[in-house]
């Protein structure tokens, strides 16, 4: 089985740091599509704790310019960092690698509506006030928001639960 998702220009965001971690991020993808039985697990534990910090550095971005802790990016964030570590548990315990690699696709479906849709609005965000990622140095601080930022950056904001919900139905 073979993932369909591979890094191309409609998934580049023009940052630079964020960009290379969402290519990490569809490396270790495929290397959960492409690991035999034996080395799958240990292959999604990389996945996710590689997606552990990924989130934890876009949250991190999200608080220094002004993105409320509480935001449905955020949100979504912990919801599919939760289904992750499900998934985890539940082959170990299981031993179901089909689960696994139904879980993975649906993974990668829903990594490319996010990357386009709340990673972008971000990314434009970031830009936007001059934020190094870095530094964490917010260049034009006279850009940052009066009040936080609640929705997901963007004009409109899917709910956290619409956006996860194939990869939930199946953990």
Do not use: Y
Request: include cysteine.
């Amino acid at each position: 089985m073979s993932s369909t998702l591979l890094w191309s220009d409609s998934l580049a965001l023009g940052l630079d740091v964020m960009d290379e971690t969402h290519r990490e991020f569809i490396a270790l993808l495929e290397q959960v599509d492409q690991a035999a039985e034996l080395d799958i697990l240990p292959a999604w534990q990389r996945l996710a704790e590689h997606t552990q910090n990924h989130f934890d550095r876009e949250d991190q971005w999200m608080r220094s310019t002004r993105f409320s802790s509480s935001n449905c990016h955020s949100m979504q964030h912990q919801v599919v960092l939760q289904v992750v570590r499900e998934v985890a548990s539940r082959v170990q315990q299981s031993n179901d690698i089909a689960m696994l690699r139904d879980m993975s696709q649906q993974l990668g479906q829903w990594f490319v509506h996010h990357a386009q849709s709340m990673d972008a609005a971000l990314a434009l965000h970031l830009r936007n006030v001059g934020f190094d990622p870095l530094t964490g140095v917010v260049h034009m601080p006279d850009a940052l928001p009066a009040d936080l930022v609640h929705g997901c950056g963007g004009i409109s904001c899917d709910s956290p639960d619409h956006a996860v919900a194939g990869a939930t139905s199946k953990a």
